[in-house]
């Protein structure tokens, strides 16, 4: 057995923040998931549909793994990224540096774990992976998937091996902190404004505030959208406030995340981006339940209120951004 000695395997809420503060610990650096979530600019929204999709896509984040470039990148961190389509080779990238003492990040899809509670294909996914033996690998994953996992080492081939939407090739990563790290307080402001920034000005119509309008137009109209409401509607509701987003589609992380850098820095752009940021987060759980409901029962007043609901946060939210970038 090769194991990567005095690891913290707490898990977080989302897979990827929870990923990052392994590596982070194991660096010395020990910042909360709301903190990790905001430092790597997290937030984000897109509404997603096309002709070959199912049902649409409600997503509250920025794109896979680009939260890990953007933390390392405002906390000065060495972020060593490695891709193959070698399986051999990929194990390679994976064993050297556990075996080194350094335990390792990796994307995959999450429906070849062992330990997986939903067996649905999700090429985002991301683990942090610090011990394997002869049959199987030792993961942190979310605390919803247990913190502490194990899968046998085949399954864990074929998650890193699979390709399709948002998978990567065998992706695998390692971060080194600088000595001394930076004070994460010193880039709280640079990583509060490049997210407000992105969020303000996205280049289609399907991200950011925009998108949340657009959501506001289309998803009174979600029970004729679909072959199968009942099940499409109670996964929307689950992918919005259950399946590793903290809750309200991030929104309850990026308020936590807002509410403690306040604590650090006395700013009233600040204050008014957490007040409207704790409102948009409620306001989210009353769409994630009416959607549900609307699955449920087929009654199409659910998903007018919800459209209704939408608009105003699609205000909101433009409205805290633009505070926030006042900072």
């Known amino acids: 057995m090769t ?3 005095d690891i913290d ?40 549909d096309s002709k070959s999709m199912g049902f649409p896509f409600l997503g509250g984040r920025v794109k896979p793994f680009e939260l890990t470039r953007n933390l390392a990148a405002t906390l000065g961190l ?14 390679q990238n994976v064993a050297a540096p556990i075996g080194a003492g350094r335990p390792v990040g990796l994307q995959l899809d999450s429906y070849h774990l062992d330990y997986f509670s939903t067996k649905v294909h999700f090429g985002g996914h991301i ?5 394997y033996d002869e049959q199987d690998a030792y993961l942190v994953d979310t605390a919803a998937q247990g913190g502490s996992v194990s ?18 090739k065998h992706r695998s990563f390692t971060i080194t902190a600088p000595s001394p790290p930076t ?6 402001i640079p990583a509060i404004k490049s997210c407000a920034d ?16 657009k959501t506001a137009e289309h998803v009174p109209k979600w029970l004729r959208r679909s072959d199968n409401p009942q099940a499409d509607l109670s996964r929307a ?46 306001l989210w759980t009353q769409v994630a339940g009416l959607v549900a409901a609307a699955g449920e029962s087929g009654d199409a007043q659910n998903l007018t209120q919800a459209g209704s609901i939408l608009h105003e946060l699609s205000r909101i939210e433009r409205d805290a951004m633009q505070a926030l970038s006042l900072i």
Not at 78 to 91: D, G, M, N
Not at 183 to 188: G, N, S, V
Not at 263 to 278: C, E, F, K, M, P
């Open 198 to 213: 992105a969020f303000l000005n996205p280049p289609i119509a399907n991200l950011g505030h925009r998108g949340i309008g």
């Open 183 to 188: 004070p994460p307080q010193d880039r709280i």
């Open 127 to 131: 683990v942090a992976m610090y011990g």
């Open 237 to 282: 509701a689950t992918l919005m406030e259950r399946a590793g987003t903290g809750g309200a589609l991030f929104r309850n992380l990026y308020r936590d995340f807002l509410a403690e850098c306040a604590q650090v820095i006395d700013n009233n752009h600040l204050r008014t981006g957490h007040s409207l940021y704790a409102e948009a987060a409620t």
């Open 78 to 91: 060495e972020l060593q990224v490695e891709e193959t389509t070698s399986p051999r080779k990929a194990w």
């Open 151 to 168: 899968t046998g080492l085949a399954g864990l081939a074929k998650a890193r091996a699979e390709r399709g939407p948002m998978t990567a």
């Open 9 to 48: 395997v707490r898990g977080m809420r989302h897979c990827e923040t929870t990923a990052l503060g392994v590596l982070l610990r194991h660096e010395g650096l020990d910042l909360s998931e709301p903190m990790l979530f905001g430092l790597g600019s997290g937030l984000s929204f897109v509404y997603w």
């Open 3 to 5: 194991m990567v000695k």
